[in-house]
């Protein structure tokens, strides 16, 4: 036995006891952190009893589907819903996919930055992304899962599928080839549709994104979706065209058929084809390639790759040489943003005509395109008449427009209340 000194053996002592009061006071971390099937920690395992506990699960089933984000659950919805649902949980503690900054610089949603050292409080707002994105492609037609309930990392959606059993992804889902047009064509108006009403870009688009279901095309796996404006869009859109080609291309169907990577991407992002004539400019196009070969020469090729990798600019600041630019427009005669800008031939300025079209062509589809008759002439009241306000001078608008807003601030809902029903 040693004698230390009194002071020694008070300093050790302290020590010991400073070293138990910090483990019982902040915990095992290594066990708070182990996770079962790369998602399932003990916070995630409590937030699932949470969720069983308010009614919106019943009981919760064996994994659906793995990836580099999330695992995929089968469920059963509790007495708030009906049927089968599936949640996503994101992997924070075993995450794969740390490559996101991509997906959000240049995003205006995460404009005030996002936290990038805490792997849970990132996937958080990844998640959150994902409900936003589900939230605008439903509003605007598109098939997707719908959303049922987030909470932090956790995101309860529908189940698409019959019996427990989740629809095949487009991949694995066998469709006969006289359909393989049908779904392409449905695939490629969904593309226009996302980019135009919804505004996003996929930004992942292929197979393993789509479920095939009752001979309709779902649409999964919409977290890295980006605006319109984000400053890899275009690139992520051009990464999307060529595997939706690869697919077809790969299952049977031929350059005859489908439109090349270049060719999709100037019909979804052409500024001048409206809602009113995409079936109409689609079938044209497609009548047009009936004459080309199966299969592209080797120019083409050469071509197709250089568009895969060209700098796309939306306006002239992108734009940062401008002599140097023009040069290259006068002896190549390349550019590939007339579809995108709505610039004309000659660069002299807009031009309505859509990509791929004459202006002869042009004017038989607009002929063909049936005159709605929303209302009979002269009953179309004017702006006006719609807006009771407009008829008040400033006084009176101003004094009616304070007693409407009195009147909703008495029928408002608490933040306490609706924090409750959130939960």
Same mark, same amino acid.
């Given at each position: 036995?040693?004698? %230390?000194? $009194?002071?020694?053996?008070?300093?050790?002592?302290?020590? !010991?006891?400073?070293?138990?009061?910090?483990?019982?006071? @902040?915990?095992?971390?290594?066990?708070?952190?182990?996770?079962?099937?790369?998602?399932?920690?003990?916070?995630?395992?409590?937030?699932?009893?949470?969720?069983?506990?308010?009614?919106? %699960?019943? $009981?919760?089933?064996?994994?659906?589907?793995?990836?580099? !984000?999330?695992?995929?659950?089968?469920?059963?919805?509790? @007495?708030?819903?009906?049927?089968?649902?599936?949640?996503?949980?994101?992997?924070?503690?075993?995450?794969?996919?740390?490559?996101?900054?991509?997906?959000?610089?240049?995003?205006?949603?995460?404009?005030?930055?996002?936290c990038k050292t805490n792997p849970r409080k990132m996937v958080s707002v990844w998640a959150e992304k994902e409900l936003r994105n589900l939230k605008r492609l439903e509003n605007v037609g598109i098939r997707v899962p719908k959303v049922i309930a987030l909470k932090k990392h956790i995101l309860i959606m529908e189940f698409i599928g019959k019996n427990g059993w989740c629809a095949p992804r487009l991949k694995d889902a066998k469709i006969a080839p006289s359909k393989l047009k049908d779904v392409y064509l449905d695939i490629i108006k969904t593309m226009w549709t996302m980019y135009h009403k919804a505004k996003l870009i996929h930004a992942d688009l292929s197979e393993y994104n789509m479920l095939y279901y009752n001979g309709y095309v779902y649409y999964i796996d919409v977290s890295q979706s980006v605006e319109l404006d984000h400053p890899h869009g275009l690139e992520f859109l051009r990464k999307d065209c060529e595997n939706i080609k690869n697919y077809f291309i790969r299952n049977g169907l031929t350059f005859k058929e489908i439109l090349t990577t270049k060719e999709l991407f100037d019909f979804i992002t052409d500024v001048n084809i409206t809602e009113d004539i995409v079936d109409i400019y689609l079938s044209k196009m497609f009548e047009k390639i009936q004459s080309r070969p199966i299969a592209l020469n080797e120019e083409e090729k050469v071509q197709a790759e250089v568009f895969k990798?060209?700098?796309?600019?939306?306006?002239?600041?992108?734009?940062?040489?401008?002599?140097?630019?023009?040069?290259?427009?006068?002896?190549?005669?390349?550019?590939?943003?007339?579809?995108?800008?709505?610039?004309?031939?000659?660069?002299?300025?807009?031009?309505?005509?859509?990509?791929?079209?004459?202006?002869?062509?042009?004017?038989?589809?607009?002929?063909s395109i049936p005159v709605r008759e929303d209302s009979e002439e002269g009953t179309t009241p004017s702006s006006e008449q719609q807006d009771p306000l407009s008829q008040l001078d400033k006084k009176e608008r101003k004094k009616l427009v304070k007693e409407q807003n009195r009147e909703k601030r008495q029928h408002k809902t608490p933040k306490k209340v609706k924090k409750q029903l959130n939960k």
């Open positions: 036995r040693v004698n %230390l000194p $009194s002071h020694v053996r008070t300093a050790i002592q302290t020590s !010991e006891r400073k070293g138990i009061e910090k483990k019982i006071k @902040e915990g095992d971390k290594m066990a708070d952190r182990a996770t079962a099937e790369n998602v399932l920690d003990k916070h995630t395992i409590m937030m699932l009893y949470k969720f069983r506990n308010n009614g919106t %699960l019943d $009981s919760i089933n064996g994994c659906v589907s793995t990836g580099k !984000e999330a695992n995929v659950y089968h469920a059963t919805a509790g @007495e708030a819903f009906e049927g089968n649902v599936i949640h996503s949980i994101y992997k924070t503690s075993a995450l794969l996919f740390r490559d996101r900054d991509r997906y959000v610089s240049g995003d205006r949603r995460f404009k005030h930055g996002y990798k060209v700098h796309i600019p939306r306006s002239l600041i992108e734009i940062t040489d401008p002599l140097d630019h023009q040069e290259t427009i006068d002896t190549d005669d390349v550019f590939f943003y007339k579809s995108v800008t709505g610039i004309n031939e000659n660069l002299t300025g807009s031009t309505n005509i859509p990509y791929g079209l004459t202006e002869e062509e042009l004017q038989e589809l607009t002929a």
